[in-house]
């Protein structure tokens, strides 16, 4: 019986290792479009409840897209990791306070801003690693590290007030890691994935005094709301 159980395990390594190679080609380009429930953390900000009740049925509302260049880095037996960079775009469109004096140096404190538009122009360095499932299924996990290059902030309602406020910005923002599913059908590749890790940097420009954060000597937090992306891809 142990004879029988180890020669079936010995199989089973074999053809993992040495299984049909990963289907892609050498290169993928890649588009992807995400959705992201709201962060709707506002901590102990006097008007909290009121843009609450404002937005109670608004759950979704963080929108991204995202262009992708990926070369095969390694592929071995039913694995194909691959590397590559991008840019990405984002907005969020849950109604908050935001502290403006971080655009204007020495602005007024007698002037509250809200907002309900926040953009982020980001350049990610993505590494996506593919397990074969079958002849056009594969599962798949990524980690992404997302480099803030570009922020503006407006607010929808309100055509003066100093909008848009507009900040050039490098630094990192947020790593992440997802795990989808995909398909292939002839060289394009459709995948449907969910992030399940976030670690990113703390946004001072809405977390702050005004909503009376708590974490004033914290840099990193680990928050991650619900994220799915639906991706498009074509390999050659």
Not at 28 to 39: A, L, M, P, S, Y
Request: proline share 2%; charged share 25%; aromatic share 12%.
């Amino acid at each position: 019986m142990k004879k029988i159980l180890l020669i079936t395990g010995l199989i089973l390594v074999s053809k993992l290792l040495h299984g049909q190679s990963i289907i892609f080609g050498d290169w993928i380009v890649r588009t992807k479009f995400g959705i992201e429930k709201h962060d709707k953390r506002l901590f102990d900000y006097a008007l909290k409840e009121q843009l609450l009740a404002e937005q109670y049925d608004k759950q979704w509302g963080t929108y991204q897209i995202e262009l992708l260049l990926q070369r095969m880095i390694m592929a071995s037996g039913i694995i194909g990791v691959y590397g590559g960079f991008g840019l990405n775009y984002e907005v969020a469109s849950f109604r908050r306070p935001f502290d403006h004096k971080y655009f204007i140096e020495g602005g007024s404190d007698d002037i509250l801003l809200l907002q309900d538009r926040y953009h982020k122009v980001k350049a990610p360095i993505n590494i996506n690693s593919f397990f074969r499932m079958s002849e056009r299924l594969s599962v798949s996990a990524e980690i992404e590290l997302n480099w803030l290059i570009q922020r503006s902030i407006i607010d929808s309602r309100v055509s003066n007030a100093g909008f848009p406020y507009t900040e050039a910005r490098f630094e990192l923002d947020d790593i992440q890691l997802r795990l989808g599913v995909n398909y292939r059908l002839g060289k394009l590749i459709v995948g449907l994935h969910s992030r399940v890790v976030n670690f990113q940097k703390i946004d001072r420009i809405i977390f702050n005094r005004i909503v009376k954060d708590p974490r004033t000597d914290q840099i990193w937090e680990w928050d991650n709301p619900l994220r799915f992306d639906l991706t498009v891809g074509y390999t050659w």
